[in-house]
């Protein structure tokens, strides 16, 4: 067997595997439950892609794909950040996991929450620090 | 001494593949968002890049070498921010531990 077999072999054994990883990080984003478990699954999403990218670009030469991985990453994590900023923003956290019913009105509560959170958020946090 | 390039790139890959399988079984299996955050960025990061690295080594040309290892650096770089502003607004907003946790470091209200 020469090497190139067993690259061939191992490039097959590691799409396998990260068509796999791909599914199970589908499954999460469904499933949710909650907001953050479904940033989080397409943030694993946005790494298995990077590492897709390299493996076909190992198994068929065509390394410009690289490229649109740096780039990939680079939306991936500005994504990420603006959905943090998008949690802390929408304020209280829903127990339960049961937010499609809120989805409709999340217009509504961003207002609310802006207007709390600039009225509240910093001096509370402030006199928490002091007390502890 | 060429074959020995390319068992290094088969191996590379294979773990590389496992550690993203590994993450997003992690995503799958652990209890609340704080602890899947383990799994998907050290881990996912860890086999992204064990792959963008095998193929550095594959390749000939220097423009795709620099350009995989930049995609690693900037990766290691992004991932572990993106997740702790994640974890920061997650846990500000008050999305709770699982029932399994130990403790809470960051709790102000059980702190004896």
Redesign the interface.
């Known amino acids: 067997m020469?090497?190139?077999d067993?690259?061939d072999?191992?490039?097959n054994?590691?799409?396998v595997?990260?068509s796999?990883?791909?599914?199970?990080?589908i499954?999460?984003i469904v499933k949710g439950p909650?907001l953050?478990?479904r940033?989080?699954?397409l943030?694993?999403l946005v790494?298995?892609a990077?590492?897709y990218i390299?493996?076909i670009?190992?198994k068929t030469g065509y390394?410009l794909y690289?490229?649109i991985?740096?780039a990939l990453?680079?939306v991936?994590?500005l994504a990420?950040?603006a959905?943090?900023?998008f949690?802390?923003v929408?304020?209280?956290?829903d127990?339960g996991g049961m937010e499609d019913g809120h989805e409709l009105d999340a217009d509504a509560m961003i207002d609310h929450k802006i207007g709390e959170l600039g009225a509240n958020a910093t001096p509370a946090d402030n006199q928490?620090k002091q007390?502890? | 001494m060429a074959d020995l390039g390319t068992y290094v790139v088969s191996i590379l890959i294979i773990i590389g593949a496992f550690f993203a399988l590994v993450a997003s079984v992690g995503l799958i299996r652990l209890p609340d968002v704080y602890s899947r955050m383990h799994a998907a960025s050290k881990a996912g990061t860890l086999g992204s890049g064990l792959m963008l690295i095998a193929l550095a080594i594959y390749s000939d040309d220097l423009a795709t070498i620099t350009r995989a290892l930049i995609g690693v650096v900037f990766f290691l770089l992004t991932a572990p921010i993106a997740s702790h502003l994640l974890a920061k607004a997650a846990y500000a907003v008050g999305y709770r531990l699982s029932d399994l946790s130990v403790m809470d470091e960051m709790s102000k209200s059980d702190q004896n």
């Open positions: 020469s090497a190139q067993v690259l072999m191992s490039i054994i590691a799409l595997l990260l796999l990883a791909f599914l199970l990080t499954i999460r909650t953050p478990d940033i989080l699954g943030d694993m790494g298995a990077i590492g390299a493996v670009g190992v390394t690289v490229d991985a740096i990453g680079l991936g994590f990420t950040v959905f943090a900023r949690i802390l929408r304020g209280q956290a127990e928490e007390g502890s």
